[in-house]
Nanobody, 119 residues
Framework: QVRLVESGGGLVQAGGSLRLSCVASGSIFGIDVLGWYRQAPGKQRELVADITSGGSTKYADPVKGRFTIFRDNTKNLIDLQMNSLKSEDTAVYYC?????????????WGQGTQVTVSS
């Protein structure tokens, strides 16, 4: 079973930057969409940004212009560059990959990495 592992979270002051990375423990074939989600205390998990296998990106409105999702075909699956961080960005950030092989959909999630932004 392939596992996703996130890294790069931590504590940062408002206005600062962090870069999250997501790696897989093995190969994932038939990748469809790769994305970052986040869940703040007491709130539902929400999409932050995703990128399709074709390279199309989508961002949640609160992060547009501040966050950038990168696809890395050599080392990491995806990175998330987060700039101009705000206290409301504080959350656990999760990597997600969906893949499709012979019409079977696979949905992989990482365990999450904590991002805390102090005001």
């Amino acid at each position: 079973q392939v596992r996703l592992v996130e890294s790069g979270g931590g504590l940062v002051q408002a206005g600062g930057s962090l870069r999250l990375s997501c790696v897989a423990s093995g190969s994932i074939f038939g990748i469809d969409v790769l994305g970052w989600y986040r869940q703040a205390p007491g709130k539902q998990r929400e999409l932050v940004a995703d990128i399709t296998s074709g390279g199309s990106t989508k961002y949640a409105d609160p992060v547009k212009g501040r966050f950038t999702i990168f696809r890395d075909n050599t080392k990491n699956l995806i990175d998330l560059q987060m700039n101009s961080l705000k206290s409301e960005d504080t959350a656990v950030y999760y990597c997600r990959v969906t893949s499709r092989l012979t019409s079977v959909l696979h949905d992989y999630w990482g365990q999450g990495t904590q991002v805390t932004v102090s005001s």
